[in-house]
């Protein structure tokens, strides 16, 4: 499916984002009824978990998903979004159509039921929505060696960095240093996948306290 923009101006704001998100994952049909279950937006991108019933209350038969014991299935759906020309516009797919982005959040997956087949389009989706979710969130202080060598901008490498930020007026940004030059580069999160932490400021307590700990012993 393509790009469908609103040029009433109805969607102007993130509420106005979400109330349009579940209302599109709300209908009925003649046999069966989905309602949205949980909404999560992340850059540009909403997550869906909506979940299927039978109006009869007889249980969901479905191809890709397992029947909850309830007699429900839950799918995940995925909404582009973006505005163009001050007009909202979204293009939605469903989880087993392969969509590219994968950013759920791990609260959104626990909602959907199983699939039936561990080599299907929505089980992969899932586990790179479980990747993402995996990337470290590290800590000022943390010494990172990265699963590969990061490329820069003027043809050098970096391996191992240290988590430390810089000021652009009163925001904090993230930013590494690196550990052979000194200097300071920017990272997507993208590139801290696989990583590992060399050291943390957490594990280097004070004299004292390690003195306390130790007497607990």
Not at 199 to 205: I, M
Request: glycine share 8%.
């Amino acid at each position: 499916m393509g790009w469908l923009f609103y040029t009433d101006g109805r969607v102007k704001s993130y509420a106005d984002e979400k109330a349009e998100i579940a209302r599109l994952c709300t209908f009925e049909g003649d046999t069966r009824k989905t309602e949205l279950v949980k909404a999560c937006k992340v850059g540009s991108t909403w997550y869906a978990a909506a979940r299927v019933t039978n109006r009869d209350g007889t249980p969901v038969e479905d191809a890709t998903y397992v029947t909850d014991p309830d007699g429900s299935i839950t799918f995940a759906a995925v909404f582009l979004t973006r505005y163009d020309d001050g007009c909202w516009g979204y293009k939605d797919m469903e989880e087993s159509a392969g969509p590219v982005e994968s950013r759920a959040p791990l609260s959104l997956l626990a909602l959907l039921s199983e699939l039936k087949d561990p080599d299907s389009y929505a089980h992969a989706w899932r586990q790179r929505c479980q990747d993402w979710a995996a990337i470290p969130d590290y800590e000022e202080g943390d010494k990172i060696k990265l699963a590969t060598p990061v490329t820069l901008t003027d043809g050098s490498t970096c391996q191992i960095v240290t988590a430390t930020h810089y000021r652009r007026g009163r925001q904090k940004r993230r930013c590494y240093r690196i550990e052979e030059t000194g200097g300071l580069v920017r990272l997507s999160k993208a590139s801290l996948a696989g990583s590992e932490l060399l050291s943390s400021t957490k594990g280097a307590a004070s004299p004292v306290l390690a003195e306390f700990l130790a007497g607990r012993n």
